[in-house]
């Protein structure tokens, strides 16, 4: 819900989702190996068919901007509210 509220907070460090150990992908033309560190968005949103990136953008949080200008209080009612629903 922070991050919703806050679009500021969304590209701090780690949030873009990495490899914590080597991966090792079949292919048609053998096993590929990605080193500790990958981007998972570089490798998991290829299109098996195309070999196309789906979603090139790797901060996956980015998201949209929603009531940005609401004030500290205002954002905190809204958390409030929605925990009731």
């Known amino acids: 819900m922070d991050l919703l509220l806050n679009p500021d907070k969304r590209d701090e460090p780690g949030s873009i989702q990495r490899t914590s150990d080597l991966v090792q992908l079949p ?19 290829i299109d098996p068919n195309s070999g196309v990136n789906l ?20 954002k ?3 958390t409030e509210f929605l925990k009731t629903r």
């Open 76 to 78: 905190y009612a809204l």
């Open 27 to 45: 292919t048609p033309s053998g096993v590929v190996t990605l080193p500790v560190g990958t981007p998972i968005a570089q490798f998991a949103s």
């Open 55 to 74: 979603c090139p953008d790797f901060i996956e949080n980015q998201g949209h901007y929603f009531e940005v200008e609401l004030s500290s209080e205002e």
